[in-house]
């Protein structure tokens, strides 16, 4: 079973910013939280990933309260080019495979 | 960040017939790769997890005789889907992960999809 849970789907116009929010109310402390991006007959895009607090790169923020339960992937000013499936997971290393949830559908209206 | 590549990018094959596909990590040696499959519409499905010089670990219900994985090398997997049928059309999709900043992060190759006639 996967261990987060994510709305099934989230409309925004152009330029907005998105974020979405995933549960991960088991989370071991050992494990990571990632963000992946997949487009359709794409393999999924690694986004972003955290332990706890704040994290930037150049295309996405993630906010990790204290708690760790959950998290959420902040995309600034999207474009259409955004619409995608995005998939939260959570893990303690590489060597353990990763259980993906449904995602979270992602279309960018202009 | 990190590079899996997978060949063929897709295949069409007649029913009963052997195909091969191979995941390889391009900039770094990957001591773990899975194999995952993937149905229109719906979200990525473990099959099993490669490890290099080992036999690889199945999921439940996947036929281990059916999906044969070969962890030839640090780089690369194989992934051979034997007498294949037509419900094993499915999008085909490996993963490797690599170290970065203390925690390995795992990274997949651009999928292979699979059509049986």
């Known amino acids: 079973l996967a261990k987060t849970t994510q709305p099934i789907s989230m409309d925004s116009y152009e330029g907005q910013e998105v974020n979405i929010t995933c549960s991960h109310n088991n989370i071991a402390t050992n494990d990571y939280i990632t963000w992946y991006q997949q487009f359709p007959s794409q393999g999924p895009r690694f986004i972003i990933q955290g332990y706890k607090t704040k994290v930037t790169n150049e295309v996405a923020s993630l906010f990790i309260p204290a708690d760790r339960k959950s998290s959420t992937l902040s995309l600034p000013r999207v474009s259409l080019s955004d619409t995608a499936v995005y998939y939260c997971l959570v893990g303690d290393n590489g060597n353990t495979p990763l259980v993906f949830g449904k995602g979270t559908r992602l279309s960018v209206i202009a | 960040g990190a590079v899996v590549s997978q060949h063929p990018s897709r295949v069409i094959c007649k029913s009963g017939t052997s195909v091969k596909i191979e995941c390889r990590s391009l900039d770094f040696q990957a001591t773990t790769m899975f194999w995952y499959r993937q149905f229109p519409k719906q979200s990525l499905m473990l099959m099993a997890t490669?490890?290099?010089?080992?036999?690889?670990?199945?999921e439940q219900g996947v036929e281990k005789d059916k999906f044969l994985i070969n962890h030839a090398s640090l780089t690369l997997s194989t992934l051979t889907v034997t007498s294949a049928h037509p419900e094993d059309s499915s999008f085909y999709i490996c993963s490797a992960s690599t170290s970065g900043q203390g925690q390995e992060t795992q990274y997949f190759g651009p999928g292979t999809r699979l059509l049986v006639l």
């Open positions: 490669s490890n290099e010089g080992s036999k690889a670990t199945y």
